[in-house]
Every structure is written in structure tokens, then in C-alpha cells.
């Protein structure tokens, strides 16, 4: 960690004050900053590639748990830990699907509310003197279908 933020900023201060003030080598520096990438970081670089591609092509929903189905079905033998631990590490997380409840009534308004005049006497003596309305919303495929039913007492 120390010898990353070294390398990042060598071209704004020395090495050998940023090794000084990190109390840390310059010669271990040095020797880290030479040493080849190991096999390890080329795999995880690998593999972060092909989650990134699985991320995309499915419009970034999947976590890591569909990730790893996606990459065993690829012929890719990896835990479902590494992939979690990569896709932390990247900063890859999966949309969640926000769930929408529509709302019918909002009751913080300040407009004026209809008295209650049937007080629930539901009863009439001839038809066009007591009328009920009603709406419901029936989730379907294509979204939400809005009900309305206005009956005659």
C-alpha cells in the first residue's frame, strides 16, 4: 500500500523523501517496484476482465452469486468467494431492482378532505341516490394496471 502511493506521486515528490516520511526502504521500494506481476494478479486481472464482461452484458444486475453461475457455465473453475472478493475489490456490486409500490393516496397535502356522508350506511331506498368509487392497482408484466370501479348503492 505504501509502495503504491510511492509510485503514484514519485513524479510529484522524491522517493527518497516519501520513503523517509513512510519509514520504509527505498531499496525495498525499489525492488518491489521491479518485481514482475505474479501469476496470481495475472489470473485475478483475468478474471476480473471476464466479470466485468458478464457485469455488462447483463445491464449490471448481477452480484457475485450469478456472476459465478454465469463463469462455471463459461468452463471457468473459480470459487464464488474469489469472485466476490474481485468484485469488492472493483467496486462491482449488482442493481438492485427497486421495488415500486404505487401509491393512490397521499395524505400529506394540505388540500381540504370530503366529509364522510354514508358514514357506512350503505343501504338505499332507489337507485342514483348513493354512489361508491373506488381504485386498486393489479401488478402484471408490462407494469402496473390501474382498476377503477364506481358502484350505484
Given amino acids: 500500500m505504501k509502495f503504491a502511493f510511492i509510485r503514484e506521486h514519485r513524479r ?5 523523501v ?7 526502504s527505498r531499496s525495498g521500494f525499489y525492488a ?19 466479470i ?3 457485469y455488462r452484458e447483463n445491464q449490471q444486475r448481477y452480484g457475485s ?3 459465478y453461475r454465469a463463469l462455471r457455465i463459461d468452463g ?19 442493481k ?14 394540505e388540500q381540504p378532505v370530503a366529509d364522510n356522508l354514508l358514514d357506512r350506511n350503505f343501504a338505499a331506498d332507489r337507485p342514483n341516490q348513493k354512489w361508491l368509487a373506488d381504485i386498486t392497482y393489479i401488478p ?7 382498476l377503477a370501479a364506481v358502484l350505484d348503492c
Fill in 65 to 67: 452469486p450469478r456472476v
Fill in 32 to 50: 518491489w517496484y521491479k518485481r514482475p506481476v505474479s501469476q496470481r494478479s495475472q489470473r485475478n486481472q483475468q478474471l476480473l476482465e471476464k
Fill in 96 to 109: 438492485c431492482r427497486r421495488r415500486c409500490v404505487p401509491r393512490t393516496t397521499n395524505s400529506a397535502h
Fill in 76 to 94: 471457468e473453475l473459480v470459487s464464488r468467494n474469489t469472485i466476490a472478493r474481485l468484485m469488492r475489490g472493483a467496486k462491482i456490486r449488482g
Fill in 12 to 16: 510529484s515528490w522524491p522517493v527518497e
Fill in 18 to 24: 516519501m520513503c523517509r516520511v513512510l519509514k520504509v
Fill in 140 to 146: 402484471s408484466q408490462k407494469g402496473w394496471l390501474y
Fill in 52 to 54: 466485468r464482461k458478464v
